[in-house]
């Protein structure tokens, strides 16, 4: 939402920035990685730890907030995580290592659970009993169905101290090293939206969805549920441990970097500080107010 509306808003041609958005690329890390787009958003800083291997012209610049986007929901006969073993657990992309942590903490022999990638977003298969949990973003799916009043059971990673990290925003690491001036005013831009949205959530809610309608999404970014997500989403950005929205530090890292290490299967896990930039943002406030030209 914070690059729509930083653009709607005219934040980007404000600092003179020309943005084009692709919201249809399958992989935006991919696009970054190659100089074919500048920026991508990944959902945590697991996502981009998980990738470094792979990709190595990336460079995480803002990190949104300190509370993982994940959880696992299930059908309300699961009572307990360790319910789950001879039943089957749904993911996205991954298992993610967030989840291997809460199922091992639970004590789960991941064994005997059937794992099964899911190919839509559809929260109801669980309370329709077609898988029995999956491993979604509690800001979304769990929320659906609390709003459907359908009845379930949702495991949080803070219930078993597993700590996370929420939206990572990355650069070519190439352009950032040419450009970095730029990428200070295109995150000024976003930051600027951000603080936008968390002080008026009702007129971005309303904004982006219309944007979502105006291009023939409406139906898949529908208001009720836009409203319902920034109103999860949100708090996570004012509950950042990290400070002002954006700001990151390695610190707020290392929990997940433990996690990845334990449970990613990624050989070699760079050091946190070649993966992220932790200056850049933090440098655009004073005093914790984001600077803005002409204030």
């Known amino acids: 939402m914070d690059v729509f509306l930083a653009k709607e808003l005219g934040y980007f041609k404000a600092l003179c920035l020309d943005v084009e958005i692709n919201a249809s690329g399958a992989n935006g890390q991919q696009l970054v990685a190659s100089g074919q787009a500048q ?23 803002a990190t949104y907030g300190t509370t993982s986007p994940f959880s696992i929901f299930a059908n309300e006969n699961v009572k307990s995580l360790k319910d789950l073993e001879g039943k089957k657990l749904g993911y996205f992309i991954n298992l993610t290592p967030i989840a291997s942590a809460m199922l091992d903490d ?90 936008y949205c968390l002080a008026d959530s009702e007129k971005c809610v309303e904004m982006i969805s219309k944007l979502a309608a105006d291009n023939n999404q409406g139906s898949a970014f529908p208001k009720d549920q836009q409203a319902r997500t920034w109103g999860v989403e949100s708090t996570w950005v004012k509950e950042s441990t990290a400070g002002a929205p954006g700001v990151q530090t390695e610190a707020e890292w290392k929990p997940e970097y433990a996690l990845v290490k334990k449970y990613g299967g990624v050989k070699d896990l760079p050091p946190i500080s070649t993966m992220m930039d932790a200056s850049l943002v933090a440098d655009l406030y004073k005093d914790g107010t984001l600077d803005w030209p002409g204030k």
Not at 136 to 158: C, D, H, I, V, W
């Open 39 to 61: 920026f991508t958003a990944l959902g945590s800083a697991s996502d981009v730890m998980l990738a470094a291997a792979n990709s190595k012209n990336l460079t995480a610049v």
């Open 106 to 195: 639970a004590g789960v022999d991941v064994s005997k659970v059937e794992l099964v990638k899911m190919t839509n977003y559809d929260p109801t298969v669980v309370t329709r009993g077609q898988v029995d949990a999956i491993v979604g973003y509690a800001s979304n799916q769990p929320e659906k169905l609390r709003a459907a009043k359908l009845p379930f059971t949702e495991f949080l990673p803070e219930d078993y101290g597993v700590k996370g990290t929420y939206n990572v925003m990355e650069v070519n690491t190439h352009f950032l090293t040419k450009n970095r001036a730029v990428v200070s005013d295109f995150m000024r831009a976003d930051l600027k939206a951000v603080e």
